[in-house]
RNA sequence: GGCUGCGUAGCAAAACGGUUAUGCAGUGGCCUGCAAAGCCAUCUACGGCGGUUCGACUCCGCCCGCAGCCUCCA
């Protein structure tokens, strides 16, 4: 029975299907002005571990994930660079997409533009306007009256007066509720703008999302995901706008993954402190990156440091470091593991046990190497689970001798040779030789590890 | 100010009302020419104060500390 931790009822539930056998998901995806951080990394990769995990349940999964490629920070971006738009949207589109492959990330089935959902959004305005949800505001653009949607607040905990208390910046005179928000802003000269009965114009950010969740999935679905600074306003605001159109439901579990954290602050591109995947790409194997992401719950903060990758590195090595030289077979899977993975998973997606699960099926399969039967079995079955997470599934040999670099062919052959002779070496019990290419090997990052046949192997250091 | 959430050993990170988490690091041993890897053993815990209970890290209350949201942010 898998449970999911829903922010709408703060509880873990017993997840059930709006259909039986289905599960729609929606999740919050990246405004494309920028490269992807860690904090997105996350994101994705917590996603596509929940999608894994459905699919693997047996359940026909339609994973939905938009790319908002219209907004204030985009439109500045592009004027700053001399670009284009849309030339400035495609770039980073691709170069999310080259983040997304890198980290093992499967792409969601379908991935809809803002841009290219104007109709839905506007049709949606229209309803929301007709049923009194929304006004046109004496500057021309369209706001949606807050107070008029009776459960706003629903999923943040929020309640309207205590905002209006709050202090805010730069209320906007259009608005009859300082808590209004934007549905359709008019243009500005050199603006992209759609025609709409409103006039020349682009949607706002909200409007997006609730247009495009329900056209690719219908007005009701089961998941809506997305990182937790999405829940206020952007989430409360998408339910608001949805279900005040539809008069259905919008969704009925709503998932936050926490944020990734550096020197116990948010990572944010507003705090300037971020890393970029392809930053860190450049010291870590992507692998690495995906494990550290994984190896803690993803509603729980996750801090960001080398001490943490590093760490992330030697774990992930160690169950490489296990399958190197076992036979796999896809057809024999050890029961008893399977459960306590599944068990772990099971609990909203509870990662670090079921990590926990594949380093007690390592340690046994390190044990078993004298026999192949056992050994073949613990190995396909360490493979097997650990596909699920996204990790594991290179050639343990290409995994242990890469490193963050490109592989480089010269390079290894030099290191085979080095290692050859080091083994004549010994044969010849030359051992202040053989240690000495050993020392040499170790200092360029190269571990060597001699078995008990007179054979030896080696790997990167991380 | 309002609303969330968190506080576990050297570091990271989970579960659980009474029983080994797990990874890294440390210590002792086995293995090794010596190492590395691996195996075995082992030391460091549950922010503070009360309460409920036969028994609480786990439930409740208060306090302290931290993070986040209330403005664009994954």
């Given at each position: 029975m898998l449970k999911i931790y829903n922010t709408l009822t703060r509880k873990k539930e017993t997840f059930i299907p709006r259909v039986e056998g289905k599960v729609g998901m929606y999740v919050c995806g990246m405004t494309v002005y920028d490269y992807c951080h860690v904090g997105h990394a996350r994101v994705m990769v917590v996603f596509d571990t929940v999608a894994r995990y459905f699919r693997y349940l047996g359940y026909d999964l339609t994973y939905v994930r938009n790319v908002t490629d219209i907004d204030d920070k985009i439109i500045k971006r592009a004027y700053e660079n001399g670009e284009e738009i849309t030339q400035l949207t495609e770039r980073f589109i691709d170069a999310m997409h080259e983040d997304e492959r890198a980290l093992f990330v499967l792409p969601p089935d379908q991935e809809p533009k803002a841009t290219q959902s104007i109709d839905s959004i506007i049709n949606m305005i229209c309803v929301l306007i007709d049923k009194g949800l929304a006004y046109v505001g004496n500057n021309g653009d369209v706001f949606y009256a807050?107070?008029?949607?009776?459960?706003?607040g629903k999923l943040s905990g929020k309640n309207l007066d205590d905002l209006q208390a709050g202090e805010r910046v730069d209320?906007?005179?259009?608005?009859?509720?300082?808590m209004d928000f934007v549905l359709w802003k008019m243009t500005k000269v050199n603006e992209p703008a759609w025609d709409s009965p409103w006039g020349l114009g682009r949607p706002g950010w909200h409007i997006e999302c609730s247009a495009m969740s329900t056209c690719c999935l219908g007005n009701h679905f089961d998941i809506h995901g997305g990182g937790m600074?999405?829940?206020?306003p952007h989430h409360e605001n998408e339910i608001a706008q949805s279900e005040g159109a539809?008069?259905?439901?919008?969704?009925n579990v709503w998932m936050h993954n926490g944020f990734v954290r550096i020197n116990e602050e948010k990572m944010s591109k507003s705090l300037r402190n971020f890393f970029t995947v392809r930053e860190v790409l450049k010291q870590y194997k992507p692998e690495i990156i995906r494990f550290f992401i994984l190896?803690?719950?993803?509603?729980s903060p996750l801090n960001y440091s080398d001490e943490q990758l590093n760490d992330a590195g030697t774990a992930l090595t160690r169950l490489y470091n296990a399958l190197r030289d076992c036979d796999f077979s896809?057809?024999?899977?050890?029961k008893d593991y399977k459960v306590k993975f599944d068990q772990a998973m099971q609990d909203d997606f509870n990662t670090p046990i079921a990590l926990s699960v594949l380093f007690d099926l390592a340690r046994e399969l390190n044990k078993s190497k004298d026999s192949i039967n056992q050994s073949t079995i613990l190995a396909s079955t360490l493979k097997y689970l650990a596909g699920f997470l996204g990790?594991?599934?290179?050639d343990p040999e290409l995994f242990l001798k890469s490193g963050a670099e490109e592989s480089d062919a010269t390079a290894d052959a030099l290191i085979d040779k080095l290692v050859q002779e080091r083994i004549d070496a010994k044969k010849a019990k030359n051992w202040a030789l053989a240690d000495s290419i050993r020392d040499n090997l170790k200092d360029q990052g190269v571990v060597v590890e001699d078995s008990p046949n007179g054979t030896s192997t080696w790997r990167r250091h991380n």
């Open positions: 807050v107070t008029k949607f009776k459960d706003y209320v906007d005179l259009a608005k009859q509720n300082p600074d999405l829940q206020f539809t008069g259905e439901t919008f969704v190896s803690s719950h993803y509603r896809t057809d024999i899977i050890d990790l594991l599934q290179d």
